[in-house]
């Protein structure tokens, strides 16, 4: 006989800085420095300096080490994805979530209830990290990004071939693609790779220290070549990535007569790429589309569903509509970017 514990909601709550464990005393991607953070993943918004322990994957803390130094935390905890730790009486595991090199969903057990956290997920496969794992719980905490049903994610092959055609088309102009430095810049790089581009591609000073943590924690990219010392006329025809701000900066005139590319799932909105001065949108995304979002729901099957993290109304009244209870869940501090 299942013994029915506490409600899940008895135990976990959104507190000033962030998700907060009571029986284990934790929070999860706190916003402020706090004893005890577990953290799903590498972006800023997530993982954030100053915090006495932390416990994460293996390769999140070594990004957080790479992108802080001696401010990624006072003790490191690292735990492998299906490594089971207790923590004030509360079991704890980490299963992968599909975002970035070392992104995990948050399990926990707690007297008969399981709580599910996300992180940022998605569902498709991406050669530099290992696939979201779904997992059933009592109550289901999911990320809603991109949570409308006008966003639906095209196959990531089509965008990178719409990238290699426009070379094809315009050998004489540099192609710069914006990405950011954690997860898109090394996805795009495996995605050249798969589609078959051998040539040396040129990375911004800003994303090269990341690209190679990829390289020495087990990921192959290819030939990557730091920009700083190459001749304007030797980027005809080649591909360079950079931060998506610094593709329309005043960094941008040294290439020559770039097409300017931006790989985010926002792309999808045509004023949003306009406004960035995005001739060629490539819509990829390390987020879940609407179809990933409301398929996991399903999956995970949890009677209880909290929705943060974005566009939380749609996929809040989806949930309800489809019988599940559902409510959004007001954390604040994360950003919109991917
Ligand atoms: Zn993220
Ligand atoms: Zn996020």
Not at 179 to 186: F, H, I, M, P, R
Not at 275 to 286: K, Q, T
Request: aromatic letters at 6%.
């Amino acid at each position: 006989m299942l013994i029915a514990g506490p409600r899940p909601e008895t135990w976990i709550r959104a507190s000033s800085a962030g998700l907060y464990c009571e029986p284990g005393d934790f929070h999860i991607d706190p916003q402020t420095p706090v004893a005890r953070a577990v953290i799903t993943h590498g972006h800023g918004d997530h993982a954030r300096p100053g915090n006495e322990g932390v416990l994460a994957t293996p390769d999140t803390l070594a990004i957080m080490r790479q992108r802080y130094g001696e401010a990624a935390g006072g003790a490191l905890q690292p735990l492998a994805y299906g490594e089971r730790v207790t923590v004030g009486g509360v079991a704890l595991r980490l299963l992968p979530a599909g975002h970035v090199l070392g992104s995990a969903q948050v399990v926990l057990d707690y007297r008969g209830g399981r709580v599910v956290v996300s992180g940022d997920y998605k569902r498709r496969p991406d050669p530099t990290c290992a696939p979201f794992e779904p997992c059933n719980a009592d109550l289901f905490i999911t990320e809603a990004t991109f949570g409308l049903p006008v966003f639906r994610h095209p196959p990531d092959r089509q965008e990178i071939d719409k990238l290699l055609r426009s070379l094809a088309l315009f050998p004489d102009r540099c192609h710069v693609v914006g990405v950011y430095a954690l997860g898109k810049c090394q996805r795009v790089l495996a995605l050249l790779r798969r589609a078959g581009y051998e040539k040396p591609v040129y990375l911004h000073g800003a994303l090269i220290g990341l690209t190679e943590l990829y390289e020495s924690l087990g990921v192959s990219l290819g030939p990557v070549l730091p920009l700083a010392d190459v001749s304007r006329d030797a980027l005809r025809g080649r591909i360079v990535l950079a931060p998506p701000a610094a593709t329309t900066d005043r960094w941008s005139r040294r290439l020559p007569d770039p097409v300017v590319a931006m790989a985010s799932g926002w792309m999808r909105v045509r004023q949003r790429a306009k406004a960035r001065g995005v001739e060629l949108p490539l819509v990829i995304s390390d987020h879940a589309d609407w179809d990933e979002l409301t398929a996991t729901i399903e999956e995970v099957a949890a009677a209880e569903i909290w929705v943060t993290h974005g566009r939380e109304e749609a996929l809040v009244h989806y949930a309800r509509q489809k019988g599940y209870r559902a409510r959004a869940l007001a954390l604040t501090g994360f950003e919109e970017d991917e």
